[in-house]
């Protein structure tokens, strides 16, 4: 709506055709006989007095409305923010709350402390989720100024997938004697899954992703991680194994005897 509106009640006609043509200037020219198809509709508007203080939650930027992830990915929530109102806005929150299918509800926010002019947006970035369990979530992103009171657009909606994460592995640990050459450790097959094995609970990368893994000559008790990867890429939870180092026994016959 121009800033040069009249205020008060006034026509709104909407046009399309099947054979574009530039409509601006031929609002009751006929544009339907030549191409087949088109449609017009007319609407009455009231255009008000631009509020000193109406902020809205416009778009919400990431995930997009129907991403698919994977169950305990981080995922980053970014809104698009609009100030409809004359004045600029600072110190104000953003909220996101996600909601999976049996109704519970988490929710994050941030306070945007910059100023932002009015009839202008920013991409507000709200901060990062990382539900558990996989299904489909509902993602609400809202603001929330106390002096704003046109609640009709401070609301934005979208909607995500998480695939289940692949069943934990099923490992097998070794124990060894003191100076033993190695110790081997592994994991139990499972159909179409893959497994990568880590250092340490934390590790960025995998060292091997085979389903055994030998340790040359242990001497102490120690532990490794393995996570089970299926054919959509999704990992499970670390699962630790141990490497177990024992003392041999110790053999005493008693003193020498003479017969």
Known sequence: VPVSASLGKTGLRIRNGAIYSPYSGYACSNFTTSSGAGETED???????????????VAVITPSNGAVFCANQVDTITAKVYNYGSSAESNFYVYATYTDSAG????????????????????????TINPPYGGKYK?????????????????????LTLTTLPILPSVISDTVC???SEAVVGVQNMPGIKFQWYSSPTSFAPFTTDTTVTVPYPTKDSLLYVAAVDKSGCISNRVPVSVSVQNPPVVNIGPDVTM
């Open 43 to 57: 609407y009455v508007v009231n255009i008000v007095a631009q509020p000193s203080h109406d902020l809205g939650a």
């Open 104 to 127: 519970v509800s988490n929710t994050i926010y941030t306070k945007y402390t910059a100023s932002l002019a009015s009839a202008t947006s920013d991409n507000v970035y709200i901060g």
């Open 139 to 159: 993602l609400k992103i809202y603001t929330v100024l106390a002096s704003d009171t046109i609640v009709f657009n401070d609301t934005s909606y979208s909607s």
């Open 178 to 180: 003191r100076g033993a």
